[in-house]
């Protein structure tokens, strides 16, 4: 069951019509700690890796953990990745799956790295879980000797929800600027930025990616753009338009009443008796920030590209 989340207070489009057709679909994750298995969709939780498939290991010469001195570089005995994400089409269907694959699992290196690619390395695998579920099924897999505990998540479950969602750094040039007063002028009279309201910076597959930086869309080797196919975050919301109703103290049920920016922690989530502390899978990733990754789903083998993003 997808979370219920806070009706928007005004219409997007028909408040600023020039975002009209820029709202894009997204599917918000909401992980929640917890022991989610082999079968089920996760975040940080085990995946339905076949036992006589190596585990994905990562050779770089030149990964160091941050807390060892940085000039110590870690090696060079390979270093095992860590599970990220699994997402099974049952769940997650608009994932673009290719033909005959239902589950998408996403690991990387916890480790960080001297280069453009910079942090974490992830791999992506798009899998049939009859086959890979067909014989043993990794129950133990290799834990890293070293790693950067920002880039390990822990495991949690997912509750896929779906929701439209607006550019922030994706806004087209110069729009941005031009509606500036509006925008303020929405804040003025509903009490809730355009940025509040209609933008979101969590973990989530397609929408737009929740930019820090500037916007910085890899290219596909065939020269189209490849798309946002999701994003892990160490930014997960605990209040406002994109918290869950159901995990809302009674009294935030009508969202129209808030004003105050912290009154679901500080009234009813913090020391009320939903675990706050079970909110996103405690990395911070650097500085609060994250990782997008990107396909191209019309070259056949699905090239993708990551950007980190701080
Ligand atoms: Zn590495
Ligand atoms: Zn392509």
């Not at 060079?76 to 994932?95: F, G, K, N, W």
């Not at 020269?223 to 997960?236: F, K, N, P, V, Y």
């Amino acid at each position: 069951m997808p979370h219920r989340i806070p009706p928007a207070p005004f219409d997007v489009e028909s408040l600023i019509p020039e975002l009209a057709g820029l709202g894009r679909e997204s599917t918000l994750l909401y992980p929640r700690r917890g022991e989610p298995g082999v079968r089920d969709s996760s975040i940080g939780g085990p995946l339905l890796w076949p036992a006589d498939e190596p585990w994905p290991l990562c050779a770089e010469p030149g990964h160091w953990e941050p807390l060892r001195t940085p000039t110590e570089v870690v090696g060079p005995e390979p270093v095992a990745m860590v599970p990220v994400v699994q997402l099974y089409a049952r769940d997650v269907p608009e994932l673009p799956f290719p033909a005959g694959m239902d589950v998408l699992q996403v690991v990387w290196c916890p480790l960080i790295h001297d280069d453009e690619a910079g942090t974490a390395r992830p791999e992506v695998y798009w899998r049939s879980e009859r086959t890979a579920g067909a014989g043993q099924v990794v129950s133990d897999p290799p834990l890293p000797y070293a790693y950067d505990e920002d880039f390990v998540p822990r495991s949690c479950t997912v509750t896929p929800t779906r929701v439209v969602e607006y550019p922030n750094g994706d806004l087209p040039t110069g729009l941005a600027q031009s509606l500036g007063q509006r925008f303020d002028e929405v804040e003025e009279a509903f009490g809730f930025s355009y940025y509040e309201m209609a933008v979101t910076v969590q973990s989530k597959v397609g929408g737009y990616p929740g930019w820090l930086q500037q916007p910085d869309w890899p290219d596909c080797r065939c020269g189209r753009r490849m798309d946002h196919l999701l994003s892990i975050t160490a930014s997960e919301p605990a209040e406002g338009r994109w918290f869950p109703l159901g995990e809302q103290g009674p009294e935030s049920s009508d969202p129209g009443s808030r004003t105050g920016t912290d009154h679901v922690v500080a009234d009813g989530i913090g020391h009320g008796g939903i675990d706050h502390g079970g909110i996103g899978h405690g990395m911070d990733m650097g500085d609060l920030g994250g990782v997008y990754l990107f396909v191209c789903p019309e070259c056949p083998d699905m090239p993708y590209a990551h950007r980190y993003d701080c």
